[in-house]
C-alpha cells in the first residue's frame, strides 16, 4: 500500500514539474489580478452587463423587458450578486483559458520554452489594462470557449488531418468515383466514436462564443480553415476532386463529415437560444436586438483616413478582400510554409478583421487577437530559428517571415489609423500601491477612476435606503444602475440606444406608465423632449443638486 502511495506521489511530482512553467503563469496572472477587485463600479459595458443581469434576477426578459446589443451569455454570466464577483468569475475564467492556451500551444509550437513565452504573452496581454484585461468585457469571455473549443479540436483526427505530411492517390473508374465517394460518406456518419463527439462539442464551444459576442464567428472560421489545410497541403488545386480516393488517409468525405459535425455543434447554441427566446415570448426582440442589431452597430461608426485607398480597406468590401487575399496567399504558398504556420496565420488574419469589425477605437476589441497573435510571435521565432541555422539570406526572404511580419504590421496599421488608445499600466499599478501604502485615501482612489464616481457614490445611499428596485437616467449613467442594483423601467439603460433607435415614444409612454420614485437627469445629456420635460416637471421636484447630474423625485401619484 505504502508503495503504491509513494509511485502516485513520484507521478503527481513528475506532473508537477513538468507544469510548473503554467503554474508560474497562472500564480503571476492572479497576482496582477489583484487591484481589479478593488475598483469601484466605473466602466460602462461593465456597469450595463451588471445592470441587465439585476433586471434577470429580479424576472424581466431580456431584449423584451431589458436590453443591450450583444448576444445573451454575457448577460446571464452577470447574473451575479454584485461587481467583486463579477471579476471574480473573470479571474477564473481567465486562468481556465490560460491553462487551454498552453495545452493547445503544445501542439503548435515545438520548443518548450516558446511555448512558456507565447503563454506568457498571452496572459499578459489579457490581464493588463492596456487591453483592458481587467475588465469583463465579452472578449476575454469569448477567448475562454474559442480556446476550449481549439483544445478538444488538437484531441481530434481532425486536427493530425490538417497536420499530415503525405497523401496517396490512386486511380480508379469513373463508377467507381460515386461508389467510393458514397460509401466512405455513409461510413463516416455510421461512426458514433468519441472523436465525432469532440467535434460537435468543439463546435458547440465555438458557438457559446457567438453567443456572447458575434465577432467570434470569425475564431470558428479559422477553425474550419484546419479542413482547407487539410485538403490542399500536399496537393494542387486542380486535384482536388481526387482527394476522395486517397489511401489509407482521410478523405474528401471525411473533410465533409468534420465540416457538418463542427458546423452542428457551432449552430446549436443558436438555435437553442431561438427556442429559449420564442417560449419566452421575446424572439422578435431577441432577433432585433441580440443578433440584427450587430449589423448595424457595425456600419454606424465612420473613421477618416488620410488616403482613400486605406477608407477602402476599412470597409466590409475591403476586409473580405483582405482575408481572400491571405487565403489565395497562403494556399499559394503552402509548399514553402509549415501547415502550423498556415493555420495560426489564417487564425489570426480573420481575427484581425473580427477586431476590426465596426471600426471603433476601443482598446477590448483587440483583446480576440491577442491568443493567434502570441503563437504567431512564437512560431515566428521558432521557425526563423530552423532557417537561421541553414541560410541567413533564406531566412530573410522566407516566406513565412514576410506573411508573419506583414500580419504584425498591418494589426499595428490598423490600431495606428483607428487611433486606439491603450490604458496606462504602469500608473493602474502605481496608484493602486499608493492605495494600500496609505499614501491616497480610499475615497480619493475611488473617484480616481471616472469622473462620475464622486457623485454616483454620494447618491447611492439615498436610493438604497428606499429599497427602490427601479430608477430612469435620462442620460448616460450605467454605473449608478449596477452600484445600487436598480434596473430602467424601460427596456433601455442607456440614452445612447434610445437616440439610435429613436426609440423616445416607447420610453415615454414607460416612464409615464412606472412613475419611478427617482430620476436622473444627466447634465451633459442631450436635451429633453417636451413631452419628457412636461412629465417630469409635473410629478417631480428636484430633491438633490450634484455635480454632474439632478436628482428629481415623485412628489405625487398619477
Not at 450578486?81 to 503548435?108: C, E, H, I, S
Not at 506568457?120 to 493588463?128: I, K
Not at 486542380?238 to 449552430?267: D, H
Request: glycine share 6%.
Amino acid at each position: 500500500m505504502f508503495q503504491s502511495i509513494r509511485r502516485t506521489l513520484i507521478k503527481c511530482d513528475r506532473q508537477l514539474d513538468k507544469l510548473l512553467p503554467l503554474i508560474l503563469i497562472l500564480s503571476l496572472a492572479v497576482i496582477l489580478r489583484v487591484p481589479n477587485f478593488f475598483e469601484p463600479y466605473w466602466y460602462g459595458d461593465e456597469a450595463i452587463y451588471l445592470t441587465v443581469g439585476s433586471g434577470l434576477n429580479q424576472g424581466k426578459v431580456l431584449y423584451r423587458d431589458i436590453m443591450d446589443h450583444k448576444t445573451p451569455i454575457i448577460y446571464y454570466l452577470a447574473r451575479v450578486p454584485n461587481q467583486f464577483d463579477f471579476r471574480l468569475m473573470l479571474t477564473g475564467w481567465m486562468l481556465v483559458a490560460t491553462g487551454a492556451f498552453y495545452f493547445l500551444a503544445q501542439k503548435l509550437i515545438k520548443r518548450k520554452q516558446l511555448v512558456w513565452l507565447a503563454t506568457l504573452v498571452m496572459m499578459l496581454l489579457t490581464t493588463l489594462p492596456w487591453f483592458e484585461g481587467n475588465i469583463p468585457n465579452g472578449e476575454l469571455f469569448v477567448v475562454g470557449f474559442v480556446l476550449v473549443g481549439f483544445l478538444l479540436l488538437s484531441r481530434t483526427s481532425l486536427f493530425h488531418y490538417a497536420f499530415q505530411k503525405k497523401r496517396q492517390q490512386t486511380k480508379v473508374s469513373k463508377s467507381q468515383l460515386s461508389v467510393s465517394f458514397l460509401n466512405r460518406l455513409r461510413t463516416s456518419f455510421q461512426q458514433t466514436s468519441k472523436e465525432h463527439w469532440l467535434l460537435v462539442t468543439a463546435g458547440f464551444f465555438f458557438g457559446l462564443g457567438l453567443m456572447t459576442k458575434v465577432p467570434a464567428l470569425f475564431d470558428f472560421v479559422a477553425a474550419l480553415s484546419l479542413i482547407w489545410i487539410g485538403l490542399v497541403q500536399t496537393v494542387k488545386l486542380k486535384e482536388l476532386k481526387k482527394l476522395y480516393l486517397q489511401k489509407g488517409l482521410p478523405t474528401l468525405p471525411q473533410a465533409i463529415t468534420y465540416l457538418i459535425l463542427l458546423s452542428f455543434g457551432f449552430i446549436l447554441p443558436l438555435l437553442l437560444s431561438v427556442i429559449y427566446f420564442y417560449f419566452k415570448g421575446a424572439l422578435p426582440d431577441y432577433l432585433e436586438y441580440g443578433l440584427l442589431y450587430n449589423l448595424h452597430y457595425a456600419g454606424t461608426w465612420h473613421q477618416h483616413f488620410p488616403l482613400a485607398l486605406l477608407g477602402f480597406l476599412f470597409t466590409l468590401k475591403g476586409k473580405t478582400l483582405f482575408l481572400i487575399f491571405m487565403l489565395g496567399l497562403i494556399t499559394g504558398f503552402r509548399k514553402k510554409l509549415s501547415t502550423r504556420f498556415q493555420f495560426i496565420a489564417f487564425w489570426f488574419s480573420f481575427d484581425l478583421v473580427a477586431s476590426l469589425l465596426s471600426n471603433r477605437p476601443y482598446p477590448h476589441y483587440f483583446i480576440q487577437l491577442v491568443a493567434p497573435l502570441s503563437l504567431l510571435v512564437a512560431i515566428l521565432i521558432d521557425e526563423s530559428m530552423n532557417q537561421l541555422k541553414k541560410n541567413i539570406n533564406r531566412f530573410i526572404t522566407s516566406a513565412t517571415v514576410l506573411i508573419g511580419v506583414g500580419l504584425v504590421f498591418a494589426a499595428i496599421g490598423a490600431i495606428l489609423l483607428l487611433k486606439v488608445s491603450p490604458y496606462p499600466t504602469f500608473a493602474y499599478y502605481r496608484r493602486f500601491t499608493r492605495l494600500v501604502t496609505g499614501r491616497i485615501t480610499p475615497i480619493a482612489y475611488r473617484n480616481s477612476f471616472n469622473y462620475l464616481d464622486q457623485d454616483n457614490y454620494r447618491l447611492a445611499p439615498i436610493i438604497r435606503q428606499t429599497d427602490e428596485r427601479e430608477i430612469f437616467i435620462w442620460g448616460t449613467n450605467p454605473m449608478l444602475y449596477a452600484l445600487t442594483e436598480t434596473t430602467p423601467p424601460t427596456r433601455f439603460i442607456v440614452l445612447f440606444h434610445i437616440e439610435d433607435l429613436d426609440a423616445y415614444a416607447e420610453v415615454y409612454q414607460d416612464l409615464s406608465r412606472r412613475l419611478p420614485r427617482y430620476i436622473v437627469v444627466m447634465k451633459e445629456a442631450h436635451a429633453m423632449p417636451t413631452n419628457f420635460a412636461n412629465l417630469i416637471n409635473r410629478y417631480y421636484l428636484p430633491n438633490y443638486q450634484f455635480d454632474h447630474f439632478v436628482l428629481w423625485r415623485k412628489i405625487s401619484a398619477k
